[in-house]
């Protein structure tokens, strides 16, 4: 036990060793690049194409658009000056309405999806704008090229695309269909509220040189579901803990626990942090495995009470087939319940009638699409009445603060023989292996949302 303790120990050090030394390095290598690109253009006219490429590296796409926008806005072919920069960025990094008369009705989302997608020429007048249709694809470029915010200064890093495109799946019925532009702005703005702030802090650190926090957290150990676009994602998603959130820790996984559900309430209620919760339902029809993923966050600790607790910013989620976050609404606060004896969810009045309810007989356990507490809506597909739970995994929500506080200290060693106390009721094919993988290894998946296409079986 003392050898696979170190063991674990000893990867979870090196991890986070590992990304503390990628974050200082993005930061110097930020402010290097900033500083650099000034002396050199400090006596110049402007900043040619190239120069964009440069600022932008974990997405010089994005830059060469960004740069013909702007040469387009300012009349200048090849050479963007100094006083239109400015003028732009303006919106983009200050709180307060910009005076310039081309921007001035302009949001930041607006702006910047504007930029990804082209479309200099719509600038004239709101009137055109509303007029602006946008494929699927448009549709995804967008949304990935906001996504990829979060690897600012990473040189060369693919993205995973799996929950854009169920994001973006949710409002086309088809990959042939169109979506107005004002209807993705209005999602955008409803739906992923930390998005306006994400672009301010992005910018800020692109051109004046501030110092920016990690949008994503570390995550301790390998997740069956986490990437870091979806960390992102739901941080722009969710006015939650995940925001300042340093670190993610594995409290419970059904793949490398044997404690079944026992185990996993009493490392919920050891913790005293607040949690992230994933699932997957599984099912195999006409020799087809079809899978569901959903979730939900609480900002407390839990509480085992048998009486509803949390706050209005808990909130719950569908991430595939289709990524929907459906957030506290008016009226009843029955965020959270917890009885251990019998199981714990969200929503629903009395522990009854929840929107996601696990229980203590796993195979008793669903999602309902109304309640009086969440927005209503289907977490899976309304077909399902009991889910057949492949895999859960509970997470940790750490911050800095945390970190300093002995009594907030996770410390989970997946081996330990004291967790793995078998409980009554198994989750299926336990594989405690996989948490002992590289964080390289990559999960054969599809790369499309759409739920009618054939899904293969997670290796």
């Known amino acids: 036990m003392g050898v696979e303790r170190i063991r674990y120990h000893w990867l979870l050090i090196k991890q986070n060793i590992k990304h503390l030394i990628i974050s200082s390095t993005i930061i110097v290598n930020q402010a290097a690049s900033n500083l650099k690109e000034y002396l050199r253009t400090r006596d110049a006219k402007g900043l040619n194409q190239k120069s964009f490429e440069d600022i932008f590296c974990e997405n010089p796409t994005y830059g060469i658009k960004l740069f013909r926008f702007l040469e387009a806005y ?27 008369p081309t921007f001035k009705n302009l949001e930041r989302f607006e702006l910047v999806s504007l930029i990804s997608l082209q479309d200099s020429k719509f600038l004239t007048t709101k009137e055109e704008l509303a007029q602006l249709q946008l494929t699927y694809l448009d549709t995804i470029g967008v949304i990935k090229d906001l996504i990829k915010m979060h690897q600012i200064g990473k040189k060369a890093v693919s993205t995973n695309e799996r929950y854009i495109k169920t994001l973006v799946d949710m409002l086309y019925k ?27 802090l992005y910018f800020q650190a ?29 941080f722009l998603s969710t006015n939650s803990v995940l925001k300042n959130c340093s670190q993610l820790s594995l409290l419970y996984s059904s793949v490398a626990h044997q404690g079944g559900f026992n185990q996993m309430i009493q490392a919920m209620k050891d913790s005293k942090l607040p949690t ?8 195999t ?64 009045k009395n522990g009854e009638g929840c929107r ?10 669903y999602c309902n699409q109304f309640d009086d507490t969440y927005e209503n809506g289907p977490i899976v597909l309304p077909y399902v009445k009991k889910l057949k739970i492949k895999i859960i995994e509970i997470w940790a929500i750490q911050h800095p603060a945390d970190d300093m506080d002995d009594n907030t200290e996770v410390v989970v060693d997946l081996k330990d023989p004291l967790l793995q106390q078998p409980d009554e009721v198994q989750f299926p094919d336990s594989n405690a292996d996989y948490y002992w993988v590289g964080q390289d290894q990559k999960i054969d998946e599809k790369n499309s949302g759409y739920y ?7 290796k």
């Open 74 to 100: 300012s009349g200048s072919p090849g050479l963007i000056k100094k006083e239109p920069l400015f003028e732009f960025l303006e919106l983009l990094v200050k709180d307060v309405q910009t005076n310039i």
């Open 174 to 200: 088809n990959e042939a269909g169109s979506f107005s532009w004002v209807s993705l702005v209005d999602f955008v703005t409803k739906q992923m509220p930390g998005t306006k702030e994400a672009i301010k």
């Open 206 to 234: 692109k051109f004046m040189g501030k110092q920016i926090n990690n949008f994503i957290p570390v995550v301790n150990t390998p997740s069956y579901f986490l990437t870091d676009e979806l960390c992102f994602q739901l």
């Open 276 to 283: 992230l919760l994933l699932v997957q339902h599984e099912e």
């Open 285 to 348: 029809y006409d020799q087809k495995v079809k899978q569901q993923t959903f979730g939900a966050i609480t900002n407390l600790k839990w509480y085992d009470t048998q009486q509803y607790f949390g706050t209005k910013d808990d909130c719950i989620f569908s991430l595939y087939p289709y990524y929907k976050i459906f957030k506290a609404k008016k009226g009843e606060q029955n965020y959270c319940y917890l009885d251990s004896q019998k199981g714990f969810g969200f929503g629903g």
């Open 356 to 365: 996601i309810w696990i229980d203590k007989n796993i195979e008793n356990s």
């Open 452 to 458: 009618w296409e054939v899904q293969s079986e997670t």
